[in-house]
């Protein structure tokens, strides 16, 4: 059974480091123009910014999986829950957002609030592919070198973390079953997180 870090490995981010992050990953931006954000957990179904298109994506290279430990907005340092990261290999299938320019650096502002508490992602700009065409995305993929960073736990324990965890943005539980419901509004098939909801209502069973 895995043991969440300590709670000294949960150091969040100090408004100077976070700026300073997202300036350097949006040196490349253009000012004016339009941002393109790659969503594939909870930016699917509560993306808390203002967006002018929206397109089914598909990014190649990461797979959606809940790898991260989360010590601010789905747990605590005490009671970690789990977050999903877009971990190497595979493809995943999301949707992005087109921001127009004028609403970016407020946007962007935000956004490095809520995906970067601490150093967990990494972003990057990668190509998704959209039924309209590739587009450049800002994607935030899971940075292995954390020690917040997790896989392959037992089902029994992640029926525990998921059940038992809240943090700022609310409990862990609601988060999954969000994310699992609008990917299935989407028509996207993720078998692996399907697996976990399964365990989730088994264990509800158990309980009854």
């Not at 959209?130 to 587009?135: E, R």
Request: contains cysteine; aromatic residues 10%; proline residues 7%.
């Amino acid at each position: 059974m895995s043991t969440p870090p300590s709670a000294q490995a949960f150091r969040v981010l100090t408004d100077a480091e976070r700026a300073v992050s997202l300036r350097a990953s949006m040196q490349q931006w253009q000012p004016g123009t339009d941002v393109w954000v790659f969503g594939y957990g909870s930016l699917i179904w509560r993306p808390d910014f203002v967006f002018d298109e929206r397109r089914d994506a598909r990014l190649h290279g990461y797979h959606r999986a809940l790898c991260l430990w989360s010590s601010v907005n789905r747990g605590t340092p005490e009671r970690p829950g789990l977050v999903f990261g877009l971990d190497r290999g595979g493809s995943c299938r999301g949707v992005v957002f087109r921001i127009a320019g004028r609403h970016v650096p407020k946007t962007m502002d935000a956004l490095w609030y809520r995906e970067m508490p601490t150093a967990a992602y990494v972003p990057r700009w990668l190509t998704c592919r959209t039924p309209d065409g590739p587009v450049n995305a800002l994607v935030f993929t899971m940075n292995r070198a954390t020690e917040a960073y997790v896989r392959d736990l037992p089902p029994s324990q992640l029926v525990q973390v998921i059940n038992g965890a809240h943090g700022r943005s609310g409990p862990c539980r609601e988060y999954v079953m969000e994310t699992a419901d609008a990917l299935v509004a989407h028509n996207i098939h993720d078998r692996h997180l399907q697996t976990i909801v399964t365990h989730l209502q088994h264990a509800d069973k158990a309980l009854a």
